[in-house]
């Protein structure tokens, strides 16, 4: 019997990212975003921006509106420091998820309290199944998450801790100290993104370093293996 090939992702090299260097700002954009823009990366399924932003100390995003719109924050070095128009005030730490469900309508800044420290974050916006629902704010802390294990942060449902978000969209982190994999079935019909959040690693074959990413879509049940040999740490994306 041939045996068939399983299909090879599609990459989004870091390095075709947009870019956008404010001085106080740096910023990569994996999809159209603000005076980025690509058509041939407009956004995958429900997943519309990945901004991996270098915030220097002192500075920030001021006071600014979303709406309809499924906002995650995800830290990975320095502080961030949250306030809404919910009433919400916090400083997110390195390994802390922030989600913020804009609904009806939200006011929020992001600001690094730091003097000197510059903070590194990914912020995720995701397009939502229902529109003008009632803003909703929640964390989830993953500074302490084990290793060689996908944890599940998101899902439609909240299922297994995670947090309840208004689209079909389970998002979920796995960390690497070394010589670890982690494996995940992609149902039919779905699709995966898997954005490299540190270090290097090995999706279904592919070779990614820091800033990649890379998809694939689901025609029947399809496996996925994600492995690293040093310390790393990615976001999987399963969409429907």
Known sequence: MKTIAPPTPTLRKSKERGHANHGWLDSYHTFSFA??????????????????????????????PHRDMEIITYVLS????????MGNGRIIKPGDLQYMSAGTGV???????????????????IMPDTAGVKPHYAEKPMADAESGVLHLLTS????????????????????????EEVTHTLKKGRGAWLQVAEGSVTFNGTVLQQGDAASLAATEDLPLEISANSKAQVLLFDLG
């Open 107 to 125: 006011r929020h800044s992001e600001f690094n309290p730091s003097k000197t420290d510059t903070v590194h974050l990914l912020q995720i916006w």
């Open 78 to 85: 320095g502080n961030l420091e949250h306030k809404d128009s």
């Open 156 to 179: 439609k449902t909240g299922r297994d801790d995670s947090i309840a978000i208004h689209q079909e969209a389970d998002l979920y982190l796995a960390r690497f100290k070394g010589n």
């Open 35 to 64: 005076e980025y823009y690509d058509p041939q990366h407009m956004s995958f399924r429900s997943l519309r921006v990945i901004n991996e932003d270098w915030v220097v100390g002192g500075q920030g995003f001021g006071m600014h």
